[in-house]
Structure formats: C-alpha cells, structure tokens
C-alpha cells in the first residue's frame, strides 16, 4: 500500500535527489551523465503530456507513476544546475514555498477570500504586482513568455499578458469579427498565382495567415475561458474514437480503409458521430 512505508516523504524525495546525484557522478551512468539541459527537454514536455493522458484517461494508479517521473525531470535540471554552480533543488523548493505563502494571504496572512472568483482575483493581483517587478529588469513585456514552449500554449500566455495592460478586444464578438476577417485574408491568400516564381511568396502567405488565425483562436478561447490546450486534446481524443470506429465498421466489411470510398467513410463517420 503506497504510504504505508515508515519512511517519510522527505526522505523519499531526498533518496531520489541521492540517485540522481550518483547517476551523474563520476561513476555514475554514461547516459545520464552525458545529458545537458537542452537534451533534456524534450523528455520534460513528452513526461508532461504522459501525466495528461493519464488524467484524461482517470487511470490514478498510472499517473502516480507519471507523477514521478515528471519529478525525476525536475530533480535532474536540479542536479545539473547543481553541478553548474546556478542553485540546488533546495532553491527551487524554497522558491514555490515562499510563492505559496506570498499567494495566498487568505490562508497563511490577515486578508479574507471567501470563494474560488475571489482566490483567483486576489492570486492574478499578487502575480501582477510581482511581474511589474520582474519586468523593471526586462527589455519589453514579452521577454518572459518562452520561447521554446509549444506554440498554443506560448500564444496564450501572450495574449493574457497584454490582455493584462489593456491590449485587448472589448468583447468575445469583436474578436470572433476578427477572426471572419482573417479567414477572408486566408481566402485572398489562397487566390494568389501559382505560377513557379510566385510558389514560395504564396507559401509564406497562407503560412502568415494560418498562423493569424490560429492566434485569433487562442484569444477567443481566453475571452470564453477555455483552455485552447486542453479543448484541442479532448477533441484530437474525440476524433480518434470515432475514427476507429469507421475503422472497426470497414474491418466487420471486410474493407481496409485504403478500399473504402470518401462516401463510405463519411456515412460510417456519421454513424459513429451518433453513437458518441
């Protein structure tokens, strides 16, 4: 039974700091000790969407196991930092400690929050007030939004921080009006010559175009309070369902799908739509 064990759960985490310490020593394993932070990453963001799955798919024991290997890519940034002479896992920690107690006076101060909206309202002031700060050292607002990130999630948080200044839409229609703008410039772009000298400028439009829209999007989901991240997720899960069901049905036909006609598809896409 999880938990059960008589060692405490610092003690737990310290051993895994331990190992990960001694798998970057000296001899240590020749993989990990040959990782840097920027060979790291992709196993952060492919661990992070694993703990989504796990959730979308409410497998609890799956994602205590995922839980824990997201804290691995944690503590191995950490040791690296560590042996990089920037800070320890002790910095880190103290970091989201101190971020707790600062955003959150209602619990750990004298300040009064009843419900969830006033949580919210008060954490986004703090927050607020602590970027102002940050952003005293910093060459323009955006420098803090990174760039390495997955582009939705880079173009949402772009567009709550200059929503945050006042650089905004005044109403969800206005920015769902803009959108039907950008998909009338996404038709002019379409329109261009295709003739070989003109390829590569018609390219570069429909990219710019696509990329407006898709930014447009973003916004109108932060104007609906949606999560754009989480709303595609659900839907590429949807898509794949009833896509394996209209796979399923041509199988029971004795059909593949490179056999089957668009028509057929569409009328098993159909059915399956129903069935969801």
């Not at 600062?102 to 927050?127: L, Y």
């Amino acid at each position: 039974m999880p938990g059960s064990s008589e060692t405490s759960t610092g003690e737990r985490f310290q051993r895994l700091v331990e190992l990960m310490a001694r798998l970057r020593g000296p001899d240590g394993c020749p993989w990990d000790r040959a990782q840097t932070f920027d060979t790291i990453k992709p196993y952060t963001l492919e661990e992070v969407y694993e703990v989504l799955d796990t959730i979308d798919a409410r497998d609890w024991p799956a994602l205590a196991e995922e839980l824990g290997d997201l804290m691995l890519q944690c503590v191995f940034y950490a040791q690296m930092a560590k042996e990089a002479g920037y800070f320890t896992i002790d910095d880190s920690l103290d970091a989201i400690n101190e971020k707790l107690l600062r955003r959150h006076p209602h619990v750990f101060g004298a300040a009064e929050a009843e419900t969830p909206e006033d949580v919210k309202k008060r954490w986004d002031e703090i927050k607020a007030a602590e970027l102002e700060e940050k952003n005293r050292a910093r060459e323009t607002l955006l420098d803090g939004v990174s760039r390495s990130q997955p582009a939705l999630a880079e173009a949402t948080q772009i567009s709550k921080k200059v929503a945050a200044v006042g650089f905004d839409w005044e109403t969800t229609d206005h920015v769902i009006e803009k959108l039907h703008e950008e998909l009338d410039e996404l038709a002019q772009a379409r329109r261009k010559p295709r003739e070989a000298g003109a390829a590569g400028e018609r390219a570069e439009a429909l990219e710019e175009e696509i990329g407006d829209i898709l930014f447009v999007i973003v916004n109108i989901a932060r104007h609906l309070k949606v999560d754009p991240e989480q709303a595609l997720r659900k839907m590429n899960a949807k898509f794949r369902r009833r896509f394996a069901r209209v796979e399923r049905r041509l199988s029971e036909q004795g059909k593949s799908l490179q056999e089957a006609s668009l028509e057929e598809m569409e009328a098993l896409w159909e059915e399956a739509k129903r069935e969801t």
